[in-house]
């Protein structure tokens, strides 16, 4: 995404999203919500928007605590209990190959 002039798009997700990082390389996006009974966090294929996979943290979903390693290969995630007297818990997530 190289500016804003593209035309939006809209991809399911799940509800109360509160996180969404798109791929260095642009071919898939990553959106994260803080949903109890659904996925925290949803890797979509772009352009298409079919779904590759879908975790469940076991945890609240820090806003915007996303982001994509380098390569692709993995996604970091960051969740935390809803009470947040636990500490933060960083999640490495693999992502297979495109």
Do not use: C, K
Not at 44 to 60: F, H, K, T, Y
Not at 67 to 75: M, Y
């Amino acid at each position: 995404m190289a500016d804003l002039s593209q035309q939006s798009a809209f991809f399911p997700t799940t509800a109360y999203p509160n996180a969404v990082e798109v791929s260095r390389d642009g071919t898939r996006i990553a959106a994260g919500s803080d949903a109890t009974y659904d996925p925290d966090v949803v890797v979509l294929r772009l352009p298409d928007g079919i779904r590759e996979s879908a975790v469940e943290l076991g945890e609240n979903l820090v806003s915007g605590a996303l982001a994509w390693a380098p390569g692709g290969g993995r996604l970091y995630a960051v969740s935390q209990h809803w009470s947040a007297v636990e500490p933060p818990v960083l999640h490495v997530l693999p992502v297979p190959a495109a």
